[in-house]
């Protein structure tokens, strides 16, 4: 009677002790996550909990996913699922300030008319013809809203930068002012060669109607006191007290956007001026202080990339000098560049980091291998596509065309350059942030976006993605510090790394073997077909024991060669097959067998402290 009451008792101190561990857990340790995969995509990034550290008001987060109408679309699933991990986690780590729901807009219900207001975006998938919601919006306490249209799988690396960059833009809404200097016609206006009206560039066009610009020349001293981008554009002859005013803005931890070209070829009042020589510009003093070399000297030569353009003959002809950059010279891991395809430029600049540079360099921009450098005053006399490629010679190397510095840098200037400005003078950053890019021509429209009249309004067609950079550069860099050093998550598909290796060295250790045994096969063949040739010639109706003797053993081995070739290749899938099997077997097997020793050894434990229990209650009753 004793021992029921012992295992009864032990059985209840067993379930309450379970109870409170996991009421413990959701209590204390909710907080508190250990994430084990390898690049860490269950877990946010020290960029990511300073933009949520930075929240002042709630936001509400409310997460868009049809489950319902996708119940057979297993890939799209698991990749809903992995966004909701994540946005838990979001809201876990605001300690409050985010407030998420997760919602499921059925056909022709409330729920799909709140993610239509939002300006979710319905995908149709599949022959049911329904639309699948997979999105978030969210709102602050003011009334602002923004979405995520659609979680697109290809773009699963920026999953976080793309959370992130709502969050931050909710929680602070101030407009972004952005100072664009430049001595470049690029607002609009009378054109001097022709007299016409012409309209603003279309660069400067979107980025007015994204954020708040301030248009400046190279005649200012110093920088308005309140941007939070500076956007240059091919700048010449800039004094000393506007670099020292560039180079401290940027030691205070201001981000630059800086165009800078060995030959601007959109210049029209350099064109009219009939400078033959070529129309540079450069950052020399401050970039080569910041840790990288452009070399303003010479102009990019590029025979696989260069852009075919028509003659005034009317012909068509590749100028090695108008360059068309594809996704592969374009760096798929940074949020400006990875979503593009195309861009478009001429007479590019290369840069080249410094030996003792202490920033970090990201190139953003690469030509081709079949690459070559002219000098750029050579460039600028010749005007005949034909004669550049006669000059072309490839150097069989890639230049990097544009890139980000960020991090260490020192100032371009020892001091400052005068008494009153040297006392707030800094010398130093370790917050640096500079996206800097060889050409001025990618932001003519002609480079990128054709014009069309369509019942008198024009409308601006991009065959290019240069407006898009443009775009991506400044909402990148006009972010905060934590949100700019967002990484890219890592994608949530591991490869088999192992199973590669092994594939390659079964490859390698069967292939010679495999190739031996396919030589004597094709010389089998052969000699079989020689044979028969004289069998079927007309010469030797009847032919001797011997000679049928000699061609059944040809038959014979060219069945065991066969033989021995599936062999072969089944040798390559053995290694794998092996691994398979070893997992199937510690995940079946092995795994469970180790529970369940773990869960009698803890009931040895409990039964032995029972029964210790037990003799001390019949030593107390003696």
């Given at each position: 009677?004793?021992?029921?009451v ?8 067993i ?16 907080p ?16 990511s ?14 997460f ?5 109408a ?20 979001y ?78 833009q ?29 309209p ?21 001293v ?63 003093k ?81 030509s ?76 003519a ?19 290019a ?84 003797q ?35 077997f ?9 529970l ?27």
């Amino acid at each position: 009677m004793l021992n029921k009451v012992t295992a009864t008792f032990s059985l209840l101190l067993i379930a309450i002790v379970f109870f409170a561990l996991v009421l413990i857990n959701n209590q204390l340790l909710s907080p508190l996550r250990l994430d084990l995969t390898q690049n860490q995509v269950y877990s946010l990034s020290t960029g990511s909990k300073e933009v949520l550290a930075e929240i002042d008001e709630p936001i509400n987060l409310y997460f868009f996913f049809s489950d319902k109408a996708s119940k057979n679309m297993t890939s799209l699933r698991n990749y809903a699922n992995r966004v909701e991990s994540l946005l838990r986690e979001y809201q876990t780590m605001a300690n409050g300030k985010l407030s998420l729901q997760v919602i499921d807009p059925q056909p022709f219900s409330e729920q799909e008319d709140q993610a239509n207001q939002y300006g979710l975006t319905g995908a149709t998938i599949g022959a049911a013809g329904e639309a699948i919601y997979l999105g978030v919006a969210a709102t602050n306490s003011i009334g602002e809203h923004k979405v995520i249209a659609f979680f697109d799988p290809k773009q699963e690396s920026f999953l976080e930068y793309e959370i992130s960059k709502l969050i931050h833009q909710l929680s602070d809404t101030k407009a972004i002012k952005v100072t664009l200097l430049t001595d470049l016609n690029i607002a609009g206006g009378q054109n001097p060669m022709t007299g016409q009206m012409e309209p603003a560039w279309t660069f400067f066009t979107q980025l007015q109607q994204l954020n708040e610009v301030e248009l400046v020349g190279s005649d200012i001293v110093t920088l308005p006191t309140d941007t939070d981008l500076l956007v240059l554009v091919h700048p010449q002859h800039l004094s000393d007290e506007l670099l020292f005013a560039i180079d401290q803005y940027a030691m205070q931890g201001g981000k630059v956007l800086a165009f800078v070209d060995p030959h601007n070829e959109s210049d029209q009042l350099a064109m009219m001026a009939g400078s033959m020589g070529p129309n540079s510009s450069s950052l020399d003093k401050l970039l080569s202080a910041w840790g990288v070399d452009f070399d303003g000297e010479h102009v990019l030569l590029d025979a696989m990339a260069g852009l075919d353009i028509r003659t005034q003959s009317g012909g068509v002809t590749r100028h090695f000098g108008f360059v068309g950059l594809g996704a592969e010279q374009l760096d798929r891991e940074d949020i400006t560049t990875s979503n593009l395809d195309v861009i478009n430029g001429a007479s590019f600049g290369t840069f080249t980091k410094k030996a003792d540079s202490q920033a970090r360099w990201l190139p953003l921009m690469k030509s081709t291998v079949n690459a070559d450098l002219i000098d750029s005053a050579s460039y600028a006399m010749t005007r005949d596509p034909d004669e550049l490629a006669r000059k072309y010679q490839s150097k069989n190397r890639q230049y990097t065309l544009a890139g980000r510095l960020t991090g260490k840098a020192n100032s371009a200037f020892d001091q400052g350059l005068d008494a009153e400005q040297s006392t707030v003078f800094i010398d130093s950053t370790k917050n640096l942030n500079v996206i800097v890019v060889g050409d001025t021509d990618i932001l003519a429209d002609r480079f990128w976006v054709q014009q069309a009249n369509f019942f008198g309004q024009t409308i601006f067609t991009p065959f290019a993605n240069n407006g898009d950079f443009v775009t991506n550069a400044v909402e990148n860099l006009s972010g905060s510090d934590a949100l700019i050093s967002v990484r890219s998550r890592g994608t949530f598909v591991r490869p088999f790394i192992k199973v590669d290796e092994l594939t390659v060295l079964a490859e390698k250790k069967f292939r010679e073997q495999e190739l031996i045994l396919q030589q004597q096969l094709d010389e089998t063949e052969a000699q079989l077909m020689q044979l028969q040739s004289q069998q079927d010639d007309g010469t030797a109706l009847v032919i001797s024991p011997e000679q049928q003797q000699t061609i059944d053993n040809f038959m014979q081995k060219k069945i065991e060669i066969r033989k021995a070739l599936r062999e072969v290749r089944h040798q390559l899938d053995k290694d794998i097959e092996q691994l398979g099997n070893w997992i199937k077997f510690i995940n079946i097997a092995v795994a469970p067998l180790i529970l369940v020793m773990l869960l009698a050894l803890l009931a040895a434990m409990l039964r032995t402290r029972s029964n210790a229990s037990q003799r001390e209650h019949v030593k107390e009753a003696k």
